[in-house]
C-alpha cells in the first residue's frame, strides 16, 4: 500500500508560489519527506500540465514517491504518473479505471459516509476526506466536515481495510495533531494528511515538511487515554479522591479565566478559597506568556463580543501547545446564532480537556438541532437520565476528551467511565456564577492532577458540592444571600482540612454512583 502519511497537494496561483517555480517548491518538500504529490492545476493548458507533470514525474521518481494528477487521467496517462485522484464532479471511476494502466493508483474524494461508501465499492485505492476546516479555495462549508464529520466516515467504513484515508483542508502545523487524533474512531484511524498551502507558501518549504513529518508521528502533548471501568469503579474513584484534593491544595495551580465579567469576583474568590491562583485575563495575546506556568485556561462564553472568539481561539493554541489543560464553558450555546456560531468556530479551533456545560449547551455542542435556550438558562429538559449520560459518554468519545452535563444530577465521562454525581444543594442554582466556577475549579484539578481526567474533574465537583452542603446546612444560612460567604467559608475550610490530612470532611459523604449505558 502507498505511505500516504504526508501527502503533498500543490497549488499553482501566484499567491501561493510568491514568483518561485513549482518544481523548485514541490522538491525542496520531497527533501523533508512528503510521501505522495499530488499535482493540482485547474486553470492552465493541457500542454503546460502535460510539460509540468512531466517534470515533477522525474523529480518524484528521483526521491521515490509517487506522482498523482488531480482530475486529468490523460495527462496522467501522457506523463506516465503513477494514479489519479478524483472529485466527486471529476470523471467517473469506471471510466479512469478503464483508461489508465492496470495498477495506476486511484483516489477519490468523499465528504460523506454515502461517498465514501460508493467510491470504496467503486473500487478506489484511497479516499480524500474532507473539507477538514474552512478554507479561502473552499468556499463550499457543505463539506466542511471537521474531525467530528471524519470520525464518522471512518466509523462507517471502518471494515475497508485496504483504503487508506487521508483528511484534506486547513490543516497545518498547530493542528495537525489533533486532527490525526481527534478523527479517529474506535476501529479506524487516518492513513494521513494531505497539506496545501503550509507546504507549497512556507517561506522554507523543507523545514515545513519536516516539522509536519516530525508531528505526525507522535501524539499531542493534550492526548487522552480513556481508563478502562475496573470492578465496582464509583467506589474505586471515591477512596482516590482525597488525596487528589490534597494533591490540588499543595501544587497551588495557576488558572486563566477568560470569563464573563458578571461573575468575574465570585469565581476568583472560589479559586482562592480552595488553595488556587486565578488569573482574570481576556486578552489572547498574554496567553503565550501565561502558559508557560503549565497552568489551565478555561474559556467561558457567557458575555461574548466582537472580540471574544479570536482571543479565545490565541488562548486555545498557546494552551494546546504546551499540552495545558483547556476547559470550554459553552454558555448560552444555543440561545443565539451568535453563540451558535462561536461553539462552532471553538470547536473546530482547538481542542478542549473538558467540555462542562448544562442539558441545552451539551446538547448544542454535540450537534443537536432543535436545542432552544432562553438566556444563559438550560430551558426544559427532553432526556431521562440514561439519555443524559449516553450523550456525555458519546460527546466524549466523539470529541477523545471529558464531558461535564451539569444539572440536578451531574453526568461526568470520559467515553468509557460515566459517572454520576447527586451532591450539592438548590442554592447552587440560585446564586450567579456558581455554575461557572465549576469550570474553573475543574481547571484547578486537571492541573494539579493529569494522569486521570475524569477523576481529577470528579475530585473538584466534590469538593465544591459537598461544601455547598455544609454551607446551606448553617443555622445563619436563610437564603442564596446568606449562602454565598458561607459557601467560600466552607470551600476554605475543606481546602484547610485537605492540607492537613484531615478526610473527615470527605467520609461517608460521596452520592456517586456508575453508569451503564
Known amino acids: 500500500m502507498v505511505d500516504l502519511s504526508l501527502y503533498l ?16 517548491v514541490v522538491e525542496e518538500a520531497l527533501k523533508g519527506g512528503v510521501t505522495v504529490v499530488q499535482y493540482r492545476d485547474k486553470t492552465s493548458d493541457t500542454g503546460v500540465l502535460v510539460e509540468t507533470a512531466r517534470k515533477l514525474h522525474n523529480l518524484c521518481q528521483a ?3 509517487p506522482l498523482l494528477i488531480n482530475d486529468r487521467v490523460d495527462v496522467a496517462v501522457a506523463v506516465g504518473a503513477e494514479g489519479v ?5 471529476d470523471m467517473k471511476f469506471e471510466e479512469a479505471k478503464r483508461l489508465l494502466p492496470k495498477n495506476a493508483i486511484i483516489g477519490i474524494s468523499a465528504s460523506s459516509i454515502e461517498e465514501a461508501q460508493k467510491a470504496i465499492a467503486d473500487g478506489a485505492d484511497y479516499l480524500g476526506i474532507g473539507t477538514m476546516f474552512a478554507t479561502p479555495t473552499k468556499t463550499n ?23 487508506g484515508i487521508v483528511s484534506i483542508g486547513g490543516i497545518n502545523h498547530s493542528n495537525v495533531q489533533r486532527v490525526i487524533y481527534q478523527s479517529r474512531s474506535p476501529k479506524k484511524g487516518l492513513d494521513g494528511v494531505a497539506i496545501v498551502s503550509a507546504i507549497m507558501a512556507a517561506d522554507d518549504p523543507k523545514a515545513s515538511t519536516e516539522e509536519f513529518a516530525r508531528l505526525i508521528k507522535s501524539p499531542p502533548l493534550f492526548a487522552l487515554t480513556p481508563k478502562s471501568p475496573r470492578i465496582n469503579e464509583a467506589e474505586a474513584l471515591i477512596q482516590e479522591v482525597p488525596q487528589i484534593v490534597r494533591k490540588m491544595v499543595e501544587v497551588h495551580p495557576l488558572v486563566h479565566n477568560m470569563i464573563n465579567f458578571v461573575v468575574v469576583n465570585f469565581v476568583a474568590n472560589v479559586a482562592l478559597s480552595i488553595g488556587a491562583s486565578p488569573i482574570m485575563a481576556p486578552y489572547g495575546e498574554e496567553a503565550k506568556d501565561l502558559s508557560r506556568f503549565d497552568g489551565s485556561l478555561l474559556i467561558n462564553m457567557g458575555t461574548l463580543n466582537g472580540e471574544s472568539v479570536p482571543n479565545y481561539l ?19 450555546a444555543a440561545a443565539t446564532e451568535i453563540r451558535r456560531n462561536a461553539v462552532s468556530t471553538l470547536m473546530a479551533g482547538g481542542y478542549f480537556d473538558l467540555i462542562k456545560g448544562n442539558e441545552g449547551e451539551i446538547r448544542q455542542v454535540w450537534g443537536s438541532g432543535a436545542v432552544k435556550q432562553r438566556g444563559v438558562d438550560s430551558g426544559p429538559s427532553t432526556l431521562n437520565g440514561q439519555e443524559k449520560a449516553r450523550l456525555a459518554r458519546d460527546l466524549a468519545r466523539r470529541e477523545r476528551n471529558v464531558v461535564l452535563m451539569t444539572g440536578a444530577v451531574d453526568y461526568l465521562s470520559d467515553g468509557e467511565r460515566v459517572i454520576a454525581v447527586e451532591n450539592g444543594h438548590h442554592y447552587l442554582g440560585e446564586v450567579t456564577g456558581t ?15 493529569r494522569s486521570d481526567k475524569l477523576l481529577a474533574i470528579l475530585s473538584g465537583i466534590l469538593m465544591y458540592e459537598i461544601a ?4 446551606a446546612s448553617k443555622d445563619y444560612v436563610r437564603g442564596p444571600g446568606s449562602f454565598v460567604p458561607a459557601f467560600l467559608d466552607e470551600l476554605y475550610a475543606i481546602r484547610t482540612a485537605a492540607a492537613k490530612g484531615d478526610d473527615s470532611w470527605f467520609i461517608g459523604r460521596a452520592k456517586v454512583h456508575e453508569v451503564n449505558v
Open 9 to 24: 497537494v500543490t497549488d499553482s496561483t501566484p499567491a501561493i508560489l510568491k514568483g518561485r517555480d513549482l518544481c523548485t
Open 63 to 65: 526521491y521515490g514517491v
Open 85 to 89: 485522484h478524483l472529485g466527486q464532479d
Open 141 to 163: 462549508t457543505k463539506s466542511v466536515i471537521g474531525t467530528a464529520g471524519t470520525q464518522a466516515i471512518l466509523n462507517a467504513i471502518s471494515d475497508a481495510t485496504n483504503v
Open 314 to 332: 490565541k488562548a486555545i493554541k498557546a494552551y494546546n501547545e504546551r499540552g495545558a489543560p483547556v476547559v470550554y464553558d459553552p454558555v448560552g
Open 435 to 449: 455554575g461557572c466556577a465549576i469550570g474553573t475549579v475543574s481547571g484547578c484539578f486537571l492541573t494539579a492532577h
Open 468 to 471: 455547598a452542603e455544609n454551607a
